[in-house]
């Protein structure tokens, strides 16, 4: 009982940080011991959302470009490691839940002769999505709401609503 406690007054502490820091929470959060090393204010939580120990919340601004911007919708969970890397949008639903050490990010590189070009389409999941454990989700894919990605997934194409996708690269095997 004392622990639940102490981890309430830790957690709302660490909302206050973050909030002095720029980031955009919106009600309560549970938030772990989680890294976000710059653009604090181009990130946003809804309320009700979980962040286990070691998530991370990378944003970067390319000169040229309009701000990136990194939504978490209400009642959304993350697992222990998740990362979400942003550049330009990348959205999450409400009612989400990712597994461990996912990674989810809007943007690549493309090789052009000795050097390399970020390019980057928004990434969208949408709501009640459920996301395994060690999957990766590339740039420009909607994860329609209601969607299972299984774990160790690769998903290079969007998946629709209401689908169960699996594999490296992630393919739909069956409708929910």
Same mark, same amino acid.
């Given at each position: ?46 309320? !009700?959302? /979980? =962040?286990?120990?070691?998530? %991370?919340?990378? $944003? &970067? ?46 943007? !690549?590189? /493309? =090789?052009?002769?000795?050097? %390399?070009?970020? $390019? &980057?389409?928004?990434?969208?999941i949408e709501d009640a999505v459920w996301i395994g454990a060690n999957v990766c989700i590339l740039k420009g894919v909607t994860v329609g709401a209601g969607s299972v990605i299984g774990a160790g997934s690769v998903v290079t194409k969007s998946v629709p609503p209401n689908c169960l996708a699996v594999g490296?690269? /992630? ?6």
């Open positions: 009982m004392i622990h639940r406690i102490i981890s309430g007054i830790v957690s709302r502490l660490r909302n206050l940080y973050w909030k002095s820091r720029g980031v955009r929470i919106r009600g309560y959060c549970r938030l772990g011991r989680i890294d976000i090393p710059r653009e604090h204010r181009a990130l946003e939580f809804e309320k !009700d959302v /979980a =962040l286990e120990d070691g998530c %991370s919340f990378i $944003i &970067s601004s390319v000169e040229g470009r309009s701000p990136p911007r990194l939504k978490v919708g209400a009642n959304s969970y993350f697992n222990r490691g998740v990362i979400l890397d942003a550049c330009e949008l990348l959205t999450i639903g409400q009612s989400v839940m990712i597994g461990p050490n996912s990674y989810i990010t809007d943007h !690549d590189h /493309a =090789l052009k002769g000795d050097r %390399s070009d970020l $390019i &980057s389409q928004p990434t969208c490296n690269p /992630a393919k739909v095997v069956r409708e929910l």
